[in-house]
């Protein structure tokens, strides 16, 4: 005889020529299996993201510091376990649904393992987590000086991010005293993508004779890594003391005649060569090619 479809304990006994035998007992086990599967996706602040949630699968693309929490709904289960790399995380359990939520910062293959009294980790369902590492914003910096006034110096920039933005600054010190370090934020007009024209020093404090290093520096929006900022090249400045100025301005007034001096030596060179061919165009009273 053949037992089919045996969904609860049963019992049974033989019989033959008015002889009985004792009672028997099939005992069914019944299996932990998951009914419903859901994933709720609560992304970061910062990125601006919708959140989301995933029906039927454990397997997710998400930004760096989502948010996961599992919803599972059961039947004949006691228990279930995620197993993440080397920990396990036990579900909270609410009648026949389990919950567990879990920040994620890197991508990991896991499992989700169901148990009850009878069947120990009976059923185990592999999923991928994929994270998009929040990237570094990135600066560049082009440096041209003023040819009439070697004191300004230009600057053009452009800076980048992955997601936002949030400050542009410049950091300039004594490079006596690194320890004194002393910041200006400068606008920029954009999201994730701006360029930006400074001219130095503008209206920054420097004293004069003291040799300046200066860098511009950019600050993303990764509330998560607690901002990450990106800083150019470093340049470096010294702003000319009074007498600097006047022994500069001397230099130029002596560079100055000194061109002077030698335009007019070669005016009269080309006086002079000028008296040559005009002489020369009165002694002949027929000029040749050459003399043309």
Request: proline share 6%; net charge positive.
């Given at each position: 005889y053949t037992f089919t479809r045996i969904k609860k304990n049963t019992q049974f006994y033989l019989t033959s020529n008015e002889v009985t035998s004792r009672p028997y007992e099939i005992r069914v086990t019944q299996v932990p299996t998951l009914v419903d599967f859901k994933m709720y996706l609560d992304y970061p602040a910062y990125i601006n993201q919708t959140d989301e949630v995933i029906a039927g699968t454990g397997n997710a693309t998400i930004p760096e510091g989502t948010n996961v929490k599992w919803q599972l709904m059961t039947n004949a289960t006691d228990e279930v376990k995620l197993s993440l790399s080397d920990s396990l995380y036990?579900?909270?359990k609410q009648d026949n649904e389990f919950l567990l939520k879990k920040r994620i910062f890197s991508s990991s293959d896991y499992a989700v393992?169901?148990?009850?009294a009878a069947l120990k980790d009976y059923e185990k369902l592999y999923y991928?987590?994929?994270?998009?590492?929040?990237?570094?914003?990135?600066?560049?910096?082009?440096k041209k000086e003023d040819s009439t006034d070697v004191d300004i110096h230009y600057f053009k920039g452009t800076i980048t991010d992955d997601h936002?933005?949030?400050?542009?600054?410049i950091v300039y010190y004594?490079?006596?005293d690194r320890e004194q370090v002393m910041t200006k934020k400068l606008p920029f007009n954009g999201k994730d993508y701006a360029e930006f024209y400074y001219q130095f020093p503008n209206d920054l404090n420097l004293e004069k004779g003291v040799p300046y290093e200066f860098y511009f520096q950019v600050t993303d929006n990764d509330a998560v890594h607690n901002y990450k900022?990106?800083?150019s090249e470093v340049f470096g400045y010294q702003l000319l003391t009074e007498k600097e100025e006047k022994e500069k301005n001397l230099n130029n007034q002596e560079n100055a005649i000194e061109g002077m001096s030698e335009s007019l030596k070669e005016m009269k060179e080309s006086n002079e060569q000028m008296k040559q061919l005009d002489q020369s165009q009165r002694e002949k009273k027929q000029l040749n090619y050459q003399d043309k």
């Open positions: 036990d579900f909270s393992v169901t148990s009850n991928s987590l994929k994270v998009i590492k929040d990237q570094f914003p990135t600066i560049t910096v082009k936002a933005i949030t400050n542009l600054q004594p490079i006596r900022s990106k800083k």
